[in-house]
């Protein structure tokens, strides 16, 4: 690891830092329909917009409605990209006469680009005209980043709203979305990136003849090694190159903006016509993050609580630091598989670590970012091998796309998704010290949750049921080319990042069947609408309550320790190994009970368990459960310590003694005895 990288890593966070609150003001107050700089342009252009199709813009709709006219809208938009798909041969500036995308490949990427995740069953510049490329795809960045937008937009209505029945309008938050949040910023972006290298225009692919003919393995239909009859590849010989182009930087900007992340050509974000210089790669890593930290300011301001809206970003800083620190640790520490004296360190002549499936012109520190980035996002773009990662370097992206990809995330899918793990945070941690479950003015109830943990049970379901059936069975295994625990990793991955709507993926693995084109197209569209939903029941139910004052008894959520206990939950969550409906069957009727006897007798009343039970064996038995993860046991020992200053407790003092010495687990008094010898 070198110190260039860190600053270089350091400098991008404070580049996010710096445009958050400015953005964050700025959509707040386009979404709240209050004057901005762009209004004298943009006005006229949306009243044109609503007369057309007949929207009324002071129609305020219920979740219900909400939900229908987003689910319409996205049904609709994903049957024209399939029919475009299945015509482009057919269609304008087709310059190469590509022909129509196979039935299902044509499913898998409408449902890809309507949820956008953006997976990538086929590569760009050899399936795709430039009228799908610029009226289908980049059509549907721009939408289905909107519509996550106007999710998120209506969620923080719901929150900041008091004894109403309506979030908002949908055509007028997708409207808004798009001509103030995206098109404008992505006009001078592409500018931008045009200035840099990246190509914008309709010419067909150039045929150039190479300097020297190249031998490359001859490779069937299906993409895999011809061999001969005594096992040895069939090699052809290349002596021409075609050099594919097109109105590349058009959609290039949009996919990073809107954390879509689909590539015009197959090596994505990796290619010198999409990425060419080190300036254009933080452009593109700014897009990702930009309007997703933004929107942790729009929603301190639109629920009155600034405050509130700093303390998620930090919390997603924080997760973020952690990630892409260890991923540039362990890429840069080199191969470990490579033979002892072999040098990896970094010198004035080589960058050192592992650089395999990693571009010079960006190193260790740049990929290590990207990666980190665009999986803490819903993005999928990338600028290096995923699939060429170390262990511990590979890891770290599957886990963020696990963790719902919170980390600041999609473009209003990343909002989104952390007010869920916001609610079950303090409706748990309210519920632990006995203190009211309130976020921000409104209590969170029994159907809160039940929305939230949908949301959270959707996610794990699908990857896992689609995952497990393609490890064991001939169609899901055939396309394995690493086989071994690493083909596992590569299926596990694909579904996950399809079920996150990420697109990002692990070489290795032939998706472009019918068996992966089917169960991916399902996986996203189940991972975008089937949490989608929940969460606009949520945004109503909220919407419907009164605002209950701040007391001594509401929990906090603007503070540091709000901020640690979120990051604790998004931690247990991704690593709990209790099967779902176990969980669920264990904890509700306890969650259940504990809210009756709040509501009737009161918090100190009502408390139940070993703490005021004065039980000092199961609290030692907890403490010493908890021993092999420290932050969750000091946790643990601060919420008990606090619950014995209110409660009227057997065996205060034992258990005041036991909590401050925290017992070890029987492993880690084992080791230190040995180590003592």
């Known amino acids: 690891m070198a110190a260039n990288g860190w600053f270089q890593i350091a400098f991008f966070l404070l580049l996010i830092l710096a445009v958050t609150k400015p953005l964050g003001v700025f959509m707040a107050r386009v979404f709240n329909r209050e004057k901005t700089f762009m209004d004298p342009v943009l006005r006229p252009l949306e ?18 409605e909400y939900a229908v006219s987003m689910l319409l809208f996205s049904v609709v938009s994903m049957l024209v990209l399939y029919v475009m798909e299945r015509a482009q041969a057919f269609l304008p500036f087709n310059p190469q006469k590509l022909g129509g995308v196979a039935p299902a490949l044509a499913f898998n990427t409408a449902a890809s680009f309507t949820t956008n995740t953006n997976w990538q069953n086929y590569s760009g510049e050899t399936t795709m005209s430039y009228f799908t490329q610029m009226a289908g795809l980049a059509y549907h960045n721009f939408v289905s980043a909107a519509v996550g937008i106007a999710i998120a937009i209506a969620f923080i209505r719901g929150i900041a709203r008091r004894e109403m029945e309506t979030i908002g309008n949908f055509w007028v938050d997708l409207v808004r979305s798009c001509l103030w949040v995206l098109l404008p910023f992505c006009i001078v972006g592409a500018l931008a990136l045009v200035s840099q290298g990246v190509v914008q225009n309709l010419k067909p692919y150039d045929t150039v003849k190479l300097i020297e003919p190249q031998h490359v393995p001859k490779v069937d239909a299906s993409g895999k090694p011809v061999v001969s009859s005594d096992g040895k590849p069939v090699m052809d010989t290349v002596t021409e190159q075609t050099i594919a182009q097109g109105p590349v930087a058009s959609q290039e900007i949009i996919k990073e903006w809107g954390t879509n992340g689909g590539g015009f050509f197959n090596a994505n974000s990796a290619h010198p016509f999409e990425n060419p210089t080190p300036l254009s790669n933080l452009i593109e890593l700014f897009c990702i993050f930009a309007v997703s930290s933004g929107l942790t300011y729009t929603l301190g301001r639109m629920t009155g609580s600034p405050r509130h809206g ?37 010198s004035a002549l080589q960058s050192g670590g592992n650089m395999e499936g990693k571009e010079v012109r960006f190193g260790i520190a740049n990929t290590a970012l990207f990666a980190t980035a665009t999986t803490d996002a819903s993005c999928g773009a990338i600028n290096g091998w995923h699939d060429s990662f170390t262990p511990l370097g590979g890891m ?10 919170v980390i600041f995330g999609g473009v209003g899918a990343g909002m989104y998704g952390m007010l869920i793990y916001i609610v079950l945070a303090v409706f748990i941690a309210g519920l632990m010290v006995g203190r009211t479950p309130e976020y921000l003015g409104k209590k969170i109830e029994a159907y809160d949750v039940k929305m939230a943990m949908l949301v959270v049970l959707v996610f794990p379901l699908v990857i896992l049921a689609f995952s497990a059936i393609s490890a064991v069975e001939g169609f899901g295994t055939s396309s394995i080319s690493n086989p071994g625990p690493h083909g596992l990793s590569e299926i596990l991955y694909a579904f996950t990042s399809q079920a996150g709507n990420n697109g990002s993926a692990f070489g290795g693995l032939t998706t472009n069947t019918l068996w992966y084109n089917t169960t991916g197209a399902i996986t996203m569209l189940a991972g975008r609408f089937l949490m989608i939903l929940p969460m606009l029941a949520i945004a109503g139910n909220l919407a419907r309550k009164k605002y209950v004052p701040a007391s001594l008894g509401t929990f906090p959520v603007t503070t540091p320790l709000f901020t640690a206990l979120l990051a604790t939950t998004e931690h247990v969550a991704a690593t709990a ?30 408390f139940s368990g070993p703490i005021i039970r004065g039980d000092v064996g199961t609290v030692s038995r907890h403490l ?20 014995l200053l209110y409660l009227p407790s057997k065996n205060r003092r034992k258990l005041e003694k036991i909590l401050q010495s925290k017992p070890e687990s029987k492993l880690k008094k084992k080791k230190r005895g040995l180590l003592s010898t």
């Open 396 to 405: 770290v992206p599957l886990v963020n796309i696990m963790l719902s990809e």
């Open 624 to 643: 010493r459960i908890l021993a092999g993860n420290l932050p969750l046991q000091e946790v643990y020992a601060a919420l008990a310590k606090t619950a």
């Open 47 to 64: 009243r044109l917009l609503y007369r057309v199709t007949g929207v009324d813009e002071n129609h305020e709709m219920r979740w219900t």
């Open 310 to 346: 700093w303390a998620v970003w930090a919390a997603m800083a924080i997760l973020f630091l952690v990630g892409v620190s260890v991923t540039y640790w362990a890429e840069a520490r080199g191969n470990p598989l490579l033979a002892v004296g072999v040098d990896q360190h970094v």
């Open 577 to 606: 190994g209790v099967e779902g409906k176990a969980a669920r069957r264990r904890m509700l009727p306890i969650l259940r009970q504990t809210l009756a006897n709040y509501a009737k007798l009161g918090a100190a009343d009502s």
